[in-house]
């Protein structure tokens, strides 16, 4: 069996130039439907932090989960460099790790 990642990223939902970001979102998540199968939307998310100038930054992000094989990594980081540059970002918040358990389901049904 393959070995299964579950990968956690946060897109910006503006521009550097504080432009929407929406349709950039959505060929992101094209690419991943097309090339992983689909991914889960977890909301919008807030972060902080401080630029090397020492600025406070505060931006809103939209978090997003996939599962995926190993072999399919390649394809996100390199979709979601494409949406980094086509934003003008100089990074976006990537987090994998390996999946221990895949889901809850029903027990197979016995028959009599």
């Known amino acids: 069996m393959a ?3 579950k990968a956690t ?5 503006f521009t550097r130039d504080n432009l929407d970001a929406e349709f950039h979102i ?3 998540v094209d690419a991943i439907l097309d090339s992983i199968g689909g991914c889960t939307e977890l909301g919008f998310v807030r972060g902080r932090w401080r630029t090397p100038a020492g600025r406070l930054k505060i931006d809103t992000h939209r978090a997003f989960s996939v599962l995926l094989d190993r072999a399919a990594l390649p394809d996100l980081v390199s979709a979601i460099d494409r949406f980094r540059r086509a934003i003008g970002e100089t990074e976006i918040y990537l987090d994998v790790g390996a999946v221990e358990n895949l889901s809850v389901a029903d027990p ?3 028959s009599s």
């Open 3 to 5: 070995e299964l990642l």
């Open 9 to 13: 990223f946060y897109l910006p939902v």
């Open 26 to 28: 959505s060929q992101l």
């Open 108 to 110: 197979p049904e016995q």
